[in-house]
């Protein structure tokens, strides 16, 4: 293939745009905010999970209480009219009497093992609300980090954007300038190896920075200043610069 020394020289020019924009979109991928992001997205569905599961236990938990509550007033009331009727003298027979007031000690001693239990719920639910708390607290603070890191995010990104198309403008502008068939051959080189052209320079391949032979070297020498040229190492387009060495 033929092309001018111009149009040669253009493709460097173009391989350092591509450089460029392959920079840009490597930094677009990677950039610190996604992963940081990311990350607190993660706590974030975590933290929604456990705040399901505490809602299902406090809502056991009012359950349980609203049980224990009703345990405790049932007996509460028993004892009440056991009471009542002891006091009012309706109980006549001793052997009653005595079964009433025993039945009145061994409901007392229930009623408290009641209220204990009802204590215990509501201890319990003291510590969820105080983790309801905690959780409704993180999740705010989450979210308040979110919205923080999105915006550096958007800022970087709407910067690389910024960058990526005066690359491409100027990739444009240069691209005009190389004849079809030796862009097309350019951009299958790039597509093949990542880079499509590169800069032969002390007698060396800039693109896989291999020294040439001496017989590659002397057969560049002899090769008219139109013939585009390939390294035999990496198979680029060798562009050859004044000082690309004798
Ligand atoms: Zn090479």
Do not use: F, W
Not at 14 to 33: F, G
Not at 96 to 118: C, F, K
Not at 202 to 216: I, Q, Y
């Amino acid at each position: 293939m033929k092309a001018s020394v111009e149009a040669q020289l253009r493709l460097l020019e173009l391989a350092d745009l591509d450089a460029e924009l392959s920079r840009l979109d490597h930094r677009r991928r990677t950039l610190p905010e996604l992963e940081e992001y990311q990350r607190i997205e993660t706590r974030d569905t975590q933290l929604g999970d456990e705040l399901a599961a505490l809602e299902a236990t406090e809502s056991d938990l009012r359950r349980e209480l609203g049980k224990a509550e009703a345990d405790v007033d049932q007996v509460r009331s028993r004892v009440e009219r056991d009471k009542t009727r002891l006091d009012a003298g309706q109980v006549s027979s001793p052997r009653e009497l005595e079964n009433l007031q025993s039945e009145i000690v061994s409901l007392a001693r229930r009623q408290s093992d009641l209220e204990e239990i009802e204590l215990g719920v509501m201890e319990r639910q003291e510590a969820a609300e105080r983790r309801h708390g905690e959780l409704t607290q993180e999740q705010a603070t989450l979210a308040g980090q979110l919205d923080e890191v999105a915006a550096r995010r958007d800022a970087a990104l709407g910067e690389i954007g910024e960058q990526v198309d005066k690359a491409e403008h100027l990739r444009a502008g240069v691209a005009v300038e190389v004849p079809a068939d030796l862009l097309d051959l350019y951009g299958k080189l790039r597509a093949q190896h990542g880079v499509g052209a590169a800069v032969l320079r002390g007698g060396r391949c800039e693109g896989c920075h291999l020294s040439l032979n001496t017989v590659d070297l002397a057969r560049i020498r002899a090769a008219d200043p139109d013939e585009v040229l390939r390294c035999e190492e990496c198979r680029r387009i060798l562009v050859r610069v004044p000082e690309s060495g004798r």
